[in-house]
T-cell receptor
C-alpha cells in the first residue's frame, strides 16, 4: 500500500494562476480531507468528502474547489492563486466507522504564491 | 477562546528527562482525543488516542481531565528521536472525522 500520495511536493505560482493539487489513497477510505498548515497555527480544514460525489466545506474554503469522482482521488483546485494561499497543504484519509478512526496524511505540498 | 490550545514551546530538555505537555479544549461534548506527532517538514502521524481517562504506550502516557477540559502528554526517559512537534487533536462532535488541531508544542531533546 502506498497510503496517501500527493503531487507535486513543491510548487511556485504567480498571483492569479490556477492549479490542481493531486491526492490519492489506496486504502479504500470513505473520508478524505484537505488541510493547510501555516506557521504558528494548527492545521485548518479546507474541504472534506465522505464519499464519491459528496463534498463539503471546512473552516477555510474560500479560493479552493474540490471534487470526488472516485473513492481514491480527491484533487484540490486553486482557482486564482493569491499570496495568502502560500502554505503547506496536507491531504488526509480515514475510514468512517467511528469518529476516532485514525487519519492518514500525505507527505504534503509546499506551495508558494508570488 | 481557541477550540484547542497548546503551549507552543519550545521545550528544550536533556536526554532522559521527563517532559509533559498540556492541551485545553473548549468543546465539553468531545469524547475522544488524539496526540499526533509531526517531524520537521513531514506529515502528522498518530501517536496516541485517548478515549477514557487516559492511555499508556511505553514511555508515553496521555491523560484526560474532562472536568477541567484538558489533555496531557507525558514523555518519560526522553530520547533524541522524540524531538518533534506534538499536536493535540480533538474531533468535531457530530462532524464525521473532522478534526480540530492545536498549533502544536515543539520538543527539542539534546544530548
Amino acid at each position: 500500500n502506498a497510503g496517501v500520495t500527493q503531487t507535486p511536493k513543491f510548487q511556485v505560482l504567480k498571483t492569479g494562476q490556477s492549479m490542481t493539487l493531486q491526492c490519492a489513497q489506496d486504502m479504500n477510505h470513505e473520508y478524505m480531507s484537505w488541510y493547510r498548515q501555516d506557521p504558528g497555527m494548527g492545521l485548518r480544514l479546507i474541504h472534506y468528502s465522505v464519499g464519491a460525489g459528496i463534498t463539503d466545506q471546512g473552516e477555510v474554503p474560500n479560493g479552493y474547489n474540490v471534487s470526488r469522482s472516485t473513492t481514491e482521488d480527491f484533487p484540490l483546485r486553486l482557482l486564482s492563486a493569491a499570496p495568502s494561499q502560500t502554505s503547506v497543504y496536507f491531504c488526509a484519509s480515514s475510514g468512517m466507522r467511528r469518529e476516532s478512526d485514525e487519519q492518514f496524511f500525505g507527505p504534503g505540498t509546499r506551495l508558494t504564491v508570488l | 477562546r481557541k477550540e484547542v490550545e497548546q503551549d507552543p514551546g519550545p521545550f528544550n530538555v536533556p536526554e532522559g528527562a521527563t517532559v509533559a505537555f498540556n492541551c485545553t479544549y473548549s468543546n465539553s461534548a468531545s469524547q475522544s482525543f488524539f496526540w499526533y506527532r509531526q517531524d520537521c517538514r513531514k506529515e502528522p502521524k498518530l501517536l496516541m488516542s485517548v478515549y477514557s481517562s487516559g492511555n499508556e504506550d511505553g514511555r508515553f502516557t496521555a491523560q484526560l481531565n474532562r472536568a477541567s477540559q484538558y489533555i496531557s502528554l507525558l514523555i518519560r526517559d526522553s530520547k533524541l528521536s522524540d524531538s518533534a512537534t506534538y499536536l493535540c487533536v480533538v474531533p468535531e462532535t457530530g462532524g464525521y472525522n473532522k478534526l480540530i488541531f492545536g498549533a502544536g508544542t515543539r520538543l527539542a531533546v539534546h544530548p
